[in-house]
């Protein structure tokens, strides 16, 4: 496994599309949190959304891991890239000339996804331990280290979609295509979803394919791996219990969603060696 790893970390290390992208992605984090954390003066009234309790803890690990998840079209790009250039350059075509098997190419792109994935998590474990630190109003050790289920789902979701990624790229051979087919699968997913409520609608609840189909669609169960936190937030809960109204709902990361994008994990990870092996390179 180290070899194999070894093999696309010298790839990666002269790529500079990767390190730019790279550098982007975690620069965008360090500048949301930073602007967050800038106390603003509006005519005399000094407002930082840092103080509004968004970063107490354990609230942070939920909201920020729902938050810097929909940062990872960068890592998508550099996943996407990666693939694709082996494509290009014909360095696939080489690398299995010099004795590398196609199982261990889909096995060296799988370890890229992973380490993609668990540095990214590292990040982003560290630096909402940063901010928890300096901004949170509960600081006790058990506070501090509950809700941590939200940091694995981040994990789980970054696998599973690059993995899709990685998929994609073999699929169609080039980035822009595999890009531009990740937005057509959205696109497709959201038109589901409002067919299967329409459904819901004529049908009074009597045909509720939303919950029972829409739930396993790839994109969808990685969404719902983590639910959105703003009705979580307790500014919110305030105010809706003033208006008469509660949320009624889990914030928990569902078992059912973890199992079912595990699962889409798996099939991409074979369906992408299966592609692969058919090939004629």
Request: net charge positive; with cysteine; aromatic share 18%.
């Amino acid at each position: 496994m180290l070899r194999l790893l070894n093999i696309e970390l010298h790839k990666l290390k002269y790529n500079k599309t990767v390190k730019v992208i790279s550098i982007v992605y975690f620069a965008l984090i360090c500048c949301v949190a930073l602007i967050v954390s800038i106390e603003f003066n509006f005519g005399g009234v000094k407002f930082r959304v840092a103080d509004q309790g968004i970063f107490n803890f354990p609230f942070i690990w939920h909201f920020n891991s729902h938050i810097v998840a929909w940062l990872k079209i960068f890592f998508a790009i550099v996943i996407v890239s990666i693939v694709a250039n082996e494509y290009s350059y014909r360095t696939l075509k080489q690398n299995l000339i010099d004795g590398l098997s196609k199982k261990e190419f889909i096995a060296s792109k799988f370890l890229t996804v992973v380490l993609f994935s668990v540095v990214s998590t590292i990040f982003l474990f560290v630096v909402s331990m940063i901010l928890g630190l300096i901004f949170s109003d509960y600081n006790e050790i058990g506070i501090i280290f509950s809700d941590m289920q939200y940091i694995g789902a981040y994990l789980l979701k970054l696998i599973a979609f690059f993995s899709f990624c990685m998929f994609l790229a073999i699929l169609v051979k080039r980035s822009a295509f595999a890009l531009g087919f990740l937005v057509l699968w959205q696109v497709i997913e959201g038109i589901i979803a409002i067919l299967f409520q329409y459904i819901n609608v004529k049908t009074d609840g009597e045909l509720n394919l939303f919950e029972s189909v829409y739930n396993f669609l790839p994109l969808n169960a990685m969404s719902d791996l983590i639910v959105e936190p703003f009705t979580r937030f307790g500014a919110v809960q305030s105010a809706a219990n003033q208006l008469g109204e509660s949320f009624d709902k889990s914030y928990d990361v569902p078992w059912y969603s973890v199992l079912i994008v595990i699962g889409w994990t798996c099939l991409f990870i074979y369906w992408s060696y299966a592609l692969l092996k058919r090939r004629d390179l």
